[in-house]
């Protein structure tokens, strides 16, 4: 439903005192703070019919009113709608290039930086791959009887594992065997590898043999969770300490969701399937996941070598500050696709 322009000035400045006080806003308030050029009966009149039209609510026997999730959703609209499109640099985001090295410490430290910044939970998921080729594997000696192995991805992708053999080996042997491993499964998906693959691997050396044994489960393993997504969470703590969230038994129950690892997938899976790059805003009853309907979620994906490869989220109330939260958000993506791209090819 379209609202006259001075009705929307009025929910706006509800929403914009709301945000910054996270009290019940009357129409005295909107007076005196807003030079919206109308008497106050004419505030509360326009009050009124947006209270009937369902775009604010009375939360409790009070004089003030709150934006209701459907306000929120035609503030969002408007904001999404009037936002300039205009680049500009995050700051933070200079230091964060400058730092780079693994795709997924990245994502890592944009995470963290975008709920200290927002003061919001974030989630981001590490790229969702399907069939990860192999770039290179790397066998290093750490002791006698220790054995690093070292998987790389065609993406910058990076995964480790130590394996404590029941023989001494030394250098010498593991780049031999590194050199024959790399010969047969360079380029390789895990699909890509048969039977005669790895029986050429292995050889006919008992000692070599069960080597490559440990050494082939270790890189199987490590492409497999190359193909599935990590998903990383900061700042659901900081959140805590909001307003709203001081109800104990409230405050309790969105830890524990956020907490849960299915709720997490189903937030990134539902991101990742949906989203076309654009920016995705999720208001309270909005959300499907039952535990999160207190809570907004401004979702985006991101891009590796232009396809979509993963997702960030940031959660926080309804009382969010949308505004700046979107328009971060905007300009991260623009950023870090090309960032990424530069990180997945090095």
């Excluded at 929910?11 to 106050?40: C, D, W």
């Excluded at 230091?95 to 974030?122: F, H, M, V, W």
């Excluded at 805003?281 to 590796?304: A, F, P, R």
Aim: some cysteine; hydrophobic content about 40%; overall charge negative.
């Amino acid at each position: 439903m379209k609202l006259d322009e001075r009705k929307q000035e009025i929910l706006k400045a509800i929403i914009n005192n709301y945000f910054e006080t996270a009290l019940p806003v009357g129409s005295r308030t909107i007076s005196k703070q807003y030079n919206l050029g109308v008497s106050p009966a004419t505030i509360r009149n326009e009050m009124s019919d947006l209270e009937e039209l369902g775009f604010i609510i009375q939360p409790h026997a009070s004089a003030g009113r709150i934006p209701s999730d459907k306000g929120y959703r035609l503030y969002v609209d408007m904001v999404m709608q009037l936002q300039k499109s205009e680049y500009r640099k995050l700051v933070y985001l200079e230091e964060l290039k400058a730092s780079a090295g693994r795709i997924e410490d990245l994502l890592k430290s944009i995470a963290k930086r975008l709920a200290e910044e927002t003061n919001y939970a974030t989630l981001v998921s590490t790229p969702q791959y399907k069939k990860t080729r192999i770039r290179n594997i790397q066998l290093v000696e750490v002791s006698s009887q220790d054995l690093l192995v070292i998987v790389v991805a065609e993406r910058n992708q990076v995964k480790d594992h130590l394996i404590h053999l029941e023989q001494p080996v030394n250098q010498e042997l593991l780049t031999r065997l590194s050199v024959c491993i790399n010969q047969e499964l360079r380029g390789m998906s895990l699909e890509d590898i048969d039977l005669n693959c790895i029986h050429r691997i292995k050889g006919n050396d008992s000692q070599e043999q069960r080597i490559m044994s440990e050494v082939l489960d270790v890189i199987f393993r490590a492409i497999q969770q190359m193909d599935e997504a990590d998903i990383f969470t900061y700042g659901a703590s900081n959140m805590m300490k909001l307003p709203e969230f001081q109800d104990v038994s409230k405050a309790s129950s969105i830890m524990r969701a956020l907490e849960q690892e299915e709720i997490l997938e189903d937030i990134i899976n539902t991101t990742f399937e949906s989203d076309d790059g654009n920016v995705k805003i999720v208001i309270g009853e909005e959300n499907n996941i039952q535990d999160l309907k207190d809570l907004s979620l401004i979702t985006t994906s991101y891009h590796i070598n232009g396809e979509k490869a993963g997702a960030i989220a940031i959660i926080g109330p309804k009382r969010m500050d949308y505004e700046n939260t979107i328009s971060n958000l905007r300009v991260l993506i623009k950023d870090i696709d090309e960032l990424l791209t530069h990180l997945s090819r090095r």
